[in-house]
């Protein structure tokens, strides 16, 4: 056994704590819950992920199923998904998103459920360089342009973001087909140029971006588990949320890392310390890189979100 690596019993004991954890505080709809910021906030994305990182430990099948039934309930009648629930006081103000739909869609697909095809609107969603831009404006969006004009007035949010993270979790739902190739390289030239702290609006944990690009790249670009690896390997995990993120972007590449800093994290109810996964973005500057958030900008995070990364890093050694 390499050091730092816990048995496989006290790995599967702990996975059962923390899907005992999730079983406790699932939502009676299948939602995790999620706080922006300290406060209740529903949402579809995290969510969305937990499905993905449940479905490693066959213990958790219920737990998954009950979230993928809540993102099934979710979905309009394209194929897409908001960030918000139809419950959410400001749901109707959002127009759907690729991160939150492709993530969904995943989810769904790795379920074995059906729902609408929706590939071709997300290849029609590109700008001329080939990536996909982060937001889906259609003439049902548009039938509302007050609502979209005040969105976009009132948050960071521009409507042709075009985010690296939100590629890297297209190119995860639709794989490495002709029309996601300019994205693989995209991201392969965030990750040898350094810039993982600056690529995304939302996102500029470096741990946080791995997690996902690894997720993405694995298949398409395996060339890129040398790169994470070393990037890992230099860097100091903060919280259990990135100890798991880091163990489970290395996973994606057949390789281990440490886990028993993940299990001596584990707290008394069975779950793991919230932290923050993403944030309500920042400022694009005119060179392409972000101001830092605003000191009133959200940032989600809850300890039933850190607990399904736990429980995938986990499940996987």
Known sequence: MLEGMVSRNLAEAAVSRGVAFLERSQLASGELPVLASGKTDPSLFPTALAAHALSFAPTAEGVRNRAIDFLDREMDSRGLWRHWPASHPHAHEL???????????????????????????LLTNRNRRGLFYTWKLSVRELRHPFV??????????HPFDVDAVVNANVLHYLGAIPETRPVVEHLLRILHENRESQCDKWYDNPFVVWYFFARALHVAAPEAGDVIEKKIAAATPRNALELALAACSLRYYGRSSKTDPIVDAQLVSGGWPAAPLYHGGRRRRSDGTFDEPHPDTPHWASEELTTAFCIEALARI
């Open 148 to 157: 979209l004009f005040f969105f976009f007035r009132k948050t960071s949010a």
């Open 95 to 121: 127009p759907p998103d690729l991160d939150d739909t492709s993530c969904a869609s995943a989810a769904l697909l790795a379920a074995h459920r059906t729902f609408p095809d929706n590939r071709r609107l």
